[in-house]
């Protein structure tokens, strides 16, 4: 297919260019420079969608998310950074038209913010997000610095899909609910009551406890959704393990402790060290979800790219093996 496309692409330009070379008028010329142009963004197009074509999609591409930010080292900075962080999500959450929810934020007296979950709902959440997981390292002067020194922290994103409909069965008869009293920690006012809620899945032995809400029902439907979403992981953890190592770059659960990208402002530099692109124009970036989506789009793109490759070489081993390849 690309040799065919390439071939088109190379007849028409040949001739557009013959055509080009023979041309004195100069509104002509100019017109048959913007056809080429035009031409080549549209075989570049094309490639990319062959490229969608034989690659495929990932089913949970299509999946909710629980986005988790946690601030790793560089205390109160660190803190500060991660709110940065999560200001930019809501951001491009909004700019995808999604809608979202936050089921923890915890924030820190200064403002900064030592961890947050939130839920993303919409189209393709998870096919946007999941390469962000990861570590975020930012270099900057903190707020807090009197001298100027310039400080490294980081903090750490997690991209959890959620389960689909029906993808998780839980039988009541699995689950064992206890009540408890809330240990509301900080300013929190402690309840009185057994607000907070220990649920134990019986067949798996997963526990979850919740005493983010004051009401127990509350706390309980959210354990119940915690808990399934626990036993998609585990799900989605045994299929990959099933899946040959030329899709596994598409599902995107490379590994959390990895670096993927540093903020740097005094150079007002972003630096994805995925695709190992370099780009200006920090406020933006987090301000303003257009550019956090360009360079996930280019993301993906090269993820398709990778795993095509893989693809390839894989269809090549196997011919190999089966004596098909001439040596
Ligand atoms: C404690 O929890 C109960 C039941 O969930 C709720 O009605 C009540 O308002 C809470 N009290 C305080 C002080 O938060
Ligand atoms: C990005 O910037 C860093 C620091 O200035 C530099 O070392 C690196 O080579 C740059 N990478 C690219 C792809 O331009
Ligand atoms: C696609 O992958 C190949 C091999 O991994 C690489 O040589 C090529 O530069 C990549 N192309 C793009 C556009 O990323």
Redesign the pocket.
Same mark, same amino acid.
């Given at each position: 297919m690309f040799k065919s496309l390439s071939t088109f692409s190379c007849t028409f330009l040949i001739s557009s260019y013959l055509i080009l070379g023979s041309q004195n008028d100069k509104e002509i010329k100019q017109m048959i420079e913007d056809d080429i142009l035009n031409c080549q963004a549209e075989i570049e197009e094309l490639q990319k969608k062959v490229v969608k074509l034989i690659v495929g999609e990932v089913k949970t591409d299509q999946n909710d998310i629980i986005l988790e930010l946690s601030c790793g080292v560089g205390g109160a900075e660190a803190m500060l950074f991660t709110r940065d962080i999560f200001n930019m999500y809501i951001k491009y959450i909004q700019y995808k038209g999604w809608s979202h929810e936050v089921l923890t934020y915890d924030k820190t007296v200064e403002g900064g913010l030592r961890k947050a979950e939130i839920e993303v709902n919409g189209d393709f959440v998870f096919k946007y997000l999941k390469y962000e997981g990861g570590v975020h390292r930012v270099q900057r002067v903190p707020q807090t610095e009197k001298s100027g020194r310039i400080h490294t922290s980081t903090m750490t994103v997690a991209v959890l899909p959620q389960p689909s409909e029906i993808d998780v069965v839980i039988q009541d008869k699995d689950l064992k609910i206890q009540t408890f009293k809330s240990q509301g920690s900080g300013g929190q006012?402690v309840?009185?009551?057994d /607000?907070a809620v220990r649920m134990v899945h019986l067949p798996t032995g997963t526990v979850i406890e919740c005493q983010e809400s004051? /009401?127990?029902i509350e706390n309980r439907a959210k354990a119940l959704k915690y808990l399934r979403s626990r036993l998609y992981q585990k799900e989605l953890e045994a299929q990959l393990s099933q899946v040959s190592n030329a899709r596994k770059l598409q599902v995107g659960t490379s590994g959390r402790s990895e670096k993927i990208r540093t903020y740097n402002f005094q150079q007002d530099r972003i630096t994805d060290h995925r695709i190992h692109v370099n780009l200006s124009h920090i406020e933006g970036f987090l301000n303003d979800g257009a550019e956090l989506d360009s360079l996930l789009e280019d993301i993906i793109d090269y993820t398709n790219n990778q795993t095509l490759e893989a693809l390839i070489d894989e269809y090549h081993q196997n011919l190999k093996k089966q004596g098909k390849m001439k040596k």
């Open positions: 006012s309840n009185k009551t /607000s004051r /009401s127990q």
